[in-house]
Structure formats: structure tokens, C-alpha cells
């Protein structure tokens, strides 16, 4: 069973195109983190969030976390090339003794095509 | 500059034949890890290390094994592996891996194929 389950798993859109991507789960979430993989690279963080009802922007990125803390959404706005690459969603479950470790959705391939 | 290093970045080898995958961060963080990624899994948690001389096992430790003797290294060992450890492996370091937020640093990956 997949602790975070990420939609849509591929996307494929025009360049100027706005998109929102979706992490949901059936467990709380301390808090829910979003990272980019560009081919042949690790992930990189790009944002934290950590209270419920959070929305964060990171320029064309908008980061949502669900008030219940169980979900999250990215939404970016006029996507650009540069913009393609793997978005994960992570997060650590908000239970005892699973707080070690950072569980992994499985990911949305998005491509931008100018 | 912060990074975490990990070495080879490619590894061709056969089946049953020992190797290690090494793994540095120049952070002073307390947490590592190793994940296996593979397509349709996504990312999936190896063994991690909450300090030196503490490992513990994730989600997938059959045939892997780790060792934490000092805070910057973390090498994952394949004693005999076999096709089904092809896979890109990520080796990862946070300051902990408690508190909420906590940033996780990842290596460029090692692309590894057993034949």
C-alpha cells in the first residue's frame, strides 16, 4: 500500500499551460515536502510545509497543504521547459516511531514542450 | 560547498560478486540513508542511520547491508548481488530525521546493473 499516492502520473503540456499536480494519503502528515529530479541528478527540495492550510509560492509554484494535513498540492502557473523534470511528494507520518523516515510518492513525470 | 558524494556513479557487475557503494557528506548531518528507484516504485527507503553506529532498516533491506562507523560515511554493501538489485541507487543526509522539515540531501545516484 502506498503511504502518498501522487496524480497524475505523467503530464505532458504546451508551454504556457497552467497544471496542478496532486500528493494524497489516508494518514496525518508532521509535514509534506515537494522536491524536483531532473534526469541524472538526485532530488532537490523545493519547498516544506508544515501547517495545516499552509500555502506557500515560490515564484510561478504554488504549494498548498491540506487543513488536514493529509494532503498537497502543487500548481504552477505558465509552465516553461525548465520546469520538466520528476516531482515527489515526501513526508514523515505523524506517528510514533515512524518519524525516522521520509516516505516517498511515486512521482509525476511532467514535460513542458515549448 | 554542501553535497553528498557518492561513488561510482556507474557500476556494471555480475551476479554474486561483492561490492560497495559509497556514500559522503561534508553537512555534519546525523541522519543517512540509501534509497533504490525504480520505474512505476518510485522511491524506496534501503537501511538508514540515525548516527554513528545506529542503522536500521527500511522498506527493502533483503540482500543490502550498511555500516555507520564514522558520522560522514555511509557505505551500502552488496554481498552477492543479483539481477534484481539493477536499480538507481540514492544515498541521502539530513541534520535528523525527526523534526518536521527536515531538508533531505541527495547524491548525484549510482546506476547499478547485475548481469
Known amino acids: 500500500t502506498q503511504l502518498l499516492e501522487q496524480s497524475p502520473q505523467f503530464l505532458s503540456i504546451q508551454e504556457g499551460e497552467n497544471l496542478t499536480v496532486y500528493c494524497n494519503s489516508s494518514?496525518?502528515?508532521?509535514?509534506l515536502q515537494w522536491y524536483r529530479q531532473e534526469p541524472g541528478e538526485g532530488p532537490v527540495l523545493l519547498v516544506t510545509?508544515?501547517?495545516?492550510?499552509e500555502v506557500k509560492k515560490l515564484k510561478r509554484l504554488t504549494f498548498q497543504f491540506g487543513d488536514a494535513r493529509k494532503d498537497s498540492s502543487l500548481h504552477i502557473t505558465a509552465a516553461q521547459p525548465g520546469d520538466t523534470g520528476l516531482y515527489l511528494c515526501?513526508?514523515?507520518?505523524?506517528?510514533?516511531?515512524?518519524?525516522?523516515?521520509?516516505?516517498f510518492g511515486k512521482g509525476t513525470l511532467l514535460t513542458v514542450n515549448p | 560547498e554542501a553535497q553528498v558524494t557518492q561513488n561510482p556513479r556507474y557500476l556494471i557487475t555480475v551476479t554474486g560478486k561483492k561490492l560497495t557503494v559509497t556514500c559522503s557528506q561534508n553537512?555534519?548531518?546525523?541522519?543517512m540513508s540509501w534509497y533504490r528507484q525504480d520505474p512505476g516504485l518510485g522511491l524506496r527507503q534501503i537501511y538508514y542511520?540515525?548516527?554513528?553506529?545506529?542503522?536500521d532498516k527500511g522498506d527493502v533491506p533483503e540482500g543490502y547491508k550498511v555500516s555507520r562507523k564514522e558520522k560522514r560515511n555511509f557505505p551500502l554493501i552488496l554481498e552477492s548481488p543479483s539481477p534484481n538489485q539493477t536499480s538507481l541507487y540514492f544515498c541521502?543526509?539530513?541534520?535528523?530525521?525527526?523534526?518536521?522539515?527536515?531538508?533531505?540531501?541527495f547524491g548525484q545516484g549510482t546506476r547499478l546493473t547485475v548481469v
Open positions: 515526501a513526508g514523515r507520518p505523524n506517528s510514533g516511531g515512524s518519524n525516522y523516515k521520509l516516505t
Open positions: 541521502a543526509s539530513s541534520l535528523d530525521g525527526v523534526r518536521a522539515g527536515t531538508e533531505a540531501f
Open positions: 494518514s496525518v502528515f508532521s509535514s
Open positions: 510545509v508544515v501547517t495545516g492550510g
Open positions: 553537512m555534519n548531518h546525523e541522519y
Open positions: 542511520s540515525m548516527n554513528v553506529e545506529v542503522t
